[in-house]
Each structure stands twice: as C-alpha cells, then as structure tokens.
C-alpha cells in the first residue's frame, strides 16, 4: 500500500539525516588531538554503569534527579513500543505485537511510564520558566540554550499525549467491533480517557487514532533529528563519555610528554638523538579546538547544559566572570563553528578566531581554582578543569602572557626553588629553636 | 615533671653518610619551609613525630619546590623542571615513604611524580596521625579542648581530589565531643579560593573573595576553632577571619597544631 511505501521511504530518510549529523559531530569530535584512553576496560563498564546508566550523579540533587530518572526510563521503556510501530509502519498491519499474551499490560506499563514523563517535563517547565532556578538563567543561558530546553520538554509531552490519545480512540474502536482493531483488552491510563472520546463517530475516532500514530512516530522521526543540534545529544554521548572519564584521583593532571622529552634533555637525563630527534613537537596547551584532546571535545557535546558546575563554582558564587558550563558551551560552539569550516574548506580553513580570547577570555581562565567543584557535581562526568589547563598552557608557554603576578611566582620557582623570593640556603631555618616538651 | 628538648631535625643527606635511612620522608614543601604561618605547622608535626618516636628524615636544602603551582598555572616546563630534580633526589636517596602537611604537594607526588619515575607511598599529614591513632602509638588527651567546639575545612586536593575525608575528621573527634559539620562538607565543600595558582595573584573582579565566603560558612558553625589541613586554606580562613573581625572569638589551626596543643608538646 502506498501509505506504508510513504512510511518506509520516511524511516529511511529519518535514519540517513540523523546519520548525517552524527558522522558530523564524530568528525568534530576526531579534529581533537589524539589520546589513549583504552586502559582499564572492567572499571571503565563500571563506571558508566553507575554513573550513566545508574544515574548516581543526578540524585544528589534529589528532585531534579529523581524526575530526571522518570523522563530518561520513559523514554527507553516507551521506545519499546517504537518497535511495533515499525513494524505496523512498514507491514500495514495494527498492533502487531498483540499476540503476546498480557499485551494490555504491557502497554499499561508503557503509559505509566508515559504519564511520569509528562509529569516530569511539566514539573522542569515550571521550574525553568515559572521558578527560574537560578542555574537556568545565568549570562551563558541566552535565548537559544533556554528555547532548547523549552522544546525538548514541550516535544516529549506532545509525544507522549499522542500517544494517549492514540490508545484511547483505538481502545474505543475496539469495543465497538470495527474491522482492523483486534481487542487488546484495556489500557491502564489511557482507558480513563474514554468518556472524553466516546462521544465521536467511528471515523472521527480513526482519524484520531491515525492521526496520533502518525504524529507520534513523525515526531519522534523530527525529535531524533533535533537532537545533534541541541544539548540534548547527552542522550546518546553520556554512556561513551562516561565510560572514557579520567580514572585517576580527580585532581591528577597530565603530564606533557612532549615537555618530558625537553626536560630530560636539558637536565642531561638523555640526549636529543634519544629523544627522537627532529620530532614536530606542535603547540605546547590549547589555543583553539584543534588543540584539545577529542575526550575534551566529546564532553563539549555531552554537556546538556544543567549548570550544575556552574552552581557550585567557587569563582561564579563570588561574582567572577569564570563559569565552567559557559567553558564547554563555548568550546562546543567554537567547534561547530571550525568544523564547518574546515569541511568547506579543508586544513587551509583560518577565520582568524580561536577558542582563547573570541569564546574564552583570559579573565575566566585565570579565575579558576581548580578546585573540581564541577568536575565532582558534572552527572556525565565532564572535565572542565582539563580545557582551562590546556587554555593555560597555550597562555603560558606559548604567549607568555599569564598574570605578571603568576610569571614571578614561577620565575622565583625556576630561581630559588619556592614560589617566593626566599633563599634555597634557608630552606629549613624553620628547624631552628625547635624544642619539644617531654 | 616537664622538660624542654632541643629538636635536631634529621636530614636524608646526613642519615645517608652515616649509612642510616630514615623510614619516613618528611616532604616540608615550600609553604611550610618558607610561609611564616605554614612553619608553625610544620614545627607542630615534627614535635608530633617526635612525640610518636617516628623514624622520620627531611630533605633539607635537597628539597626544592615541588613544581606544583607552575603546572596548574600552565607552565608544565617547570613543573617537570622541579619534578625531575626532586625525583632524581629522592630516588637516589631511595625514598619509599613520604608524609606531607600540603595537599597540593601530596596530590603532585602521589599522582604526578608516578608518571616521571617516582612512585613513593605517601601520607597526608592528617592521614598518618589518624595510623598513629589506630596503631596505638599516639594517645590523645581528651581535656585540652573540653567543651570546645570544633570545625573542618575540607582541602580541596585532599578531599574531592584525594578522598581523604574521614581521616582529618577521625582525629579531631579523638580531641572534641563537640565537633561540628559546615553546611557545606566532604565532597561539596567550598575551595579557600588559594588552589590553581590563585594563592599568588589577585583574584578577578567579582562581588566577593572566595575566602569570605568560605568563613560566613564557618562562622555560621559557631565554632571556637576552625581547623584545616593545607597551608593555603590557612593563609585564606586567617584572612577571612580577619576580615570579618573574627580574630579574637574564632582561632584558625591545623590539624597538626591542635594535636600538638592538646598533648602540650
């Protein structure tokens, strides 16, 4: 039939654009220097277990993180039922799956998890729009990161009523005997909708039920395809994300290798034909995307932009300008940006803007503590502290332009082996006078 | 009954040409080598190793800056630089064990050095008086602090970076009946505002400095001493405190001053 030709050809091209997009942002993702990350696989599993999967992050906020919970659950277990549409989809055939014994219930289940969603998303509109918690306003939330949120919510909840609506004119034609609506037997939620429905003719209520499977299975077509433009996209990269977090103590830092070879060089430890000789040793930190890890490009799409690094930033809850979200939206847009760029244009693309300065000043840069407040709170475990270091770095070694304060301190380091200018002889005067009493 | 003794800090280079190795190495660091409240904390720990007849050592003028300032501020070439140096030092020297008063320079040794060719085991401060403790070896007085109420600032490089957090607590509950949590504790504690190199420049333009901040939370314990664990997280609460006027009702001390307090060592 050519309704189900229509379906098809619509699934396919659903599929290919979604494809599209995400072999874009793989490739942004691979503009990022290359690491190895493939150490310690088992507690890799076990963290994204815990963390992604189980969600043990979110519910240290409890009431965003238990809502949270309702809408990510509704979401897999309401994508069950995506499978029979498919199938109806493609095949003609209605409630394909109706066959399996205590179908009602299952579906009974599904709008449960339906109801909890749309419970949820009501609840986060509300405390975006009406309570505005204070996290979804700050100077990064613009109008487009607050919009995004509004759409996602308001699409999940237009998803789900057609889905309600769905059930409820099918459950009505059902009990009337008409030609095509094998009895299910009813539905937990949706058979309260009843009487709202009843009054309808036959056709009316096809038209109804059509019209919420279509708009149902389009819009979840139309949402999958909003993802990789919004922050949403933490759906799909927070499992791989997580599961490729930094495993040593939270405040470990990398060492550069490539500054390990010059040491070593210059204190004698090897000499240059050990080193490697004429090796091209690049940009020392970060002064554009190009020069972060891909593991620091891949948190910029995780983020979904909750804020709560933000909300417990030392710097932001003093009034400084450093918020660790506005680092990875910028470093996120930033890549958008010179991904585009570089596709149109090949390697020799340069419009002549970097992430330091056009996205990040050095003002928020330099605020950081690295404290880790945000690394700690982050629920798909972003490591925000990673991208100010290497920003640091490239200011550092590259520009010589940190804080003049920050330069004598390290130039003091590099003459008299402490941070101040005191005399590397005195290093343990505090042991003089010391006595003890027994 | 009491009787004042000289300490004679022992230093690894001497210990080593009379063939004898200390099994600890005291790191001192450069806050509590050089920083006038920081030395305070050290005398404090080393009366402490003393009292517990610990085989201790430092590294006296060996000892350079552990370079860790230099690489949260982004110049990785001198950290490497002082990390080499120190490595090269202790590795010589064939340090295993090391105890350290400064967060900062026991996350660098700990987690950093091992990259470079330097894996010691090492203790914070706070983590070998709670061994102390456990062993048996250090016995607390109980009276000293009768009635006091008690607070602690979570360093960040210890807690959050570190998971030390039970340890400092521990200890101080061994000398307090009244100790009392901040709002914010453990892994949601607030930073002092000194860590990633801001101990050295001024801070950006903002409503408030970190450290006031930090000492409205501690001050809201109503606590007769707010104790810390880093040397920076002093220097920040001790300008907090004086900001707020607070000198005089509230003291700032480590971990290490308050358990040498409470035995009068």
């Known amino acids: 039939m050519i309704v189900n030709i229509i379906f098809a050809l619509i699934l396919v091209l659903a599929i290919a654009f979604f494809y599209r997009n995400v072999s874009i942002i793989a490739k942004n993702i691979k503009l990022g220097k290359s690491v190895d990350i493939s150490d310690n696989k088992s507690q890799r599993w076990k963290t994204m277990f815990l963390v992604a999967i189980g969600q043990s992050k979110m519910i240290k906020r409890p009431i965003a993180g238990i809502l949270h919970i309702f809408v990510y659950v509704g979401f897999i277990i309401v994508n069950f039922e995506m499978l029979e549409i498919l199938i109806d989809g493609i095949t003609g055939s209605h409630r394909v799956l109706s066959f399996i014994p205590y179908y009602n219930y299952l579906v009974s289940i599904f709008e449960i998890f339906a109801l909890a969603v749309i419970s949820a998303c009501l609840i986060f509109l509300f405390r975006r729009n009406i309570v505005r918690v204070k996290r979804f306003h700050n100077p990064e939330m613009t109008s487009w990161p607050r919009l995004d949120g509004n759409i996602i919510l308001i699409t999940e909840i237009l998803l789900m009523s057609a889905f309600f609506s769905m059930n409820t004119a099918d459950s009505i034609l059902q009990i009337r005997g008409e030609e095509h609506f094998v009895y299910t037997g009813s539905f937990l939620l949706s058979s309260f909708l009843i009487p709202l429905f009843e009054g309808f003719s036959s056709n009316t209520l096809m038209f ?200 004598s301190m390290s130039t003091n380091i590099e003459n008299n082996g402490a941070p101040w200018q005191y005399s590397a002889a005195d290093r343990y005067a505090w042991a003089d006078e010391l006595y003890i009493n027994e | 009954m009491s009787n004042k003794r000289l300490i004679k800090v022992p230093v690894v280079s001497e210990l080593a040409s009379e063939n004898k190795q200390a099994e600890y190495l005291f790191w001192v660091g450069s806050a509590g080598s050089y920083d006038d409240r920081a030395k305070k904390i050290t005398r404090a720990f080393v009366k402490i190793l003393e009292h517990c007849k610990v085989s201790y050592a430092i590294l006296g003028t060996d000892e350079t800056d552990s370079g860790d300032v230099a690489k949260r501020a982004g110049n990785e070439f001198v950290f490497q630089m002082q990390a080499m140096q120190n490595i090269e030092i202790m590795n010589s020297f064939e340090i295993k064990k090391i105890i350290t008063c400064d967060p900062h320079d026991y996350n660098v040794i700990k987690n950093e050095y091992s990259d470079l060719g330097g894996n010691y085991e090492v203790y914070h401060h706070t983590e070998f008086i709670d061994k102390l403790i456990k062993e048996g070896r250090l016995k607390l007085n109980t009276e000293t602090f009768k009635g006091k109420k008690i607070t602690y600032h979570d360093p960040c490089y210890l807690g959050r970076g570190n998971q030390v957090y039970e340890e400092p607590r521990f200890v101080l509950k061994q000398i307090s009946n009244d100790f009392v949590e901040m709002e914010r504790n453990r892994e949601r504690a607030l930073c002092c505002g000194a860590g990633g190199a801001q101990m050295f420049k001024e801070a950006e333009a903002g409503n408030q400095e970190v450290y006031e901040l930090r000492t409205q939370d501690a001050l809201a314990t109503k606590a007769d001493y707010i104790a810390t664990a880093c040397p920076f997280c002093m220097t920040m609460m001790m300008d907090g405190i004086k900001m707020k006027d607070k000198q005089d009702d509230v003291k700032v001390l480590d971990i290490a001053e308050l358990i040498a307090m409470s035995e009068n060592l």
């Open chain 1, 208 to 407: 109804v039920e059509r019209f919420g499977w279509w708009f149902h299975i389009l819009g979840v077509f139309a949402f999958l395809n909003y993802i990789p433009y919004s922050k949403h996209f933490h759906v799909f990269l927070a499992f791989p994300n997580v599961y490729y977090t930094k495993l040593k103590a939270r405040t470990y830092i990398s060492n550069m290798d490539s500054v390990t070879n010059e040491v070593k060089i210059a204190m004698g430890i090897i000499n240059e034909s050990e080193a490697g000789g004429e090796d091209e040793v690049g940009t020392f930190g970060a002064k554009d995307v190009k020069d972060l890890s891909w593991k620091n490009l891949m948190d910029a799409y995780t983020c979904t932009e909750c804020g709560r690094c933000t909300a417990v930033c030392p710097a932001n809850l003093t009034g400084k300008k450093l918020s660790p979200r506005k680092i990875i939206m910028d470093t996120r847009d930033r890549l958008e940006e010179y991904g585009k760029g570089i596709r149109k244009e090949g390697e020799k693309f340069d419009d002549k803007k970097t992430l330091i300065n056009d996205y990040i000043s050095h003002e928020e840069i330099w605020a950081c503590t690295t404290c880790n407040a945000c690394t700690l709170e982050c629920p798909v475990n972003i490591d925000h502290v990673s991208i100010i270091l290497e920003l640091r770095r490239y200011i550092f070694m590259e520009e010589s332009a940190a804080p003049s304060a920050i330069n």
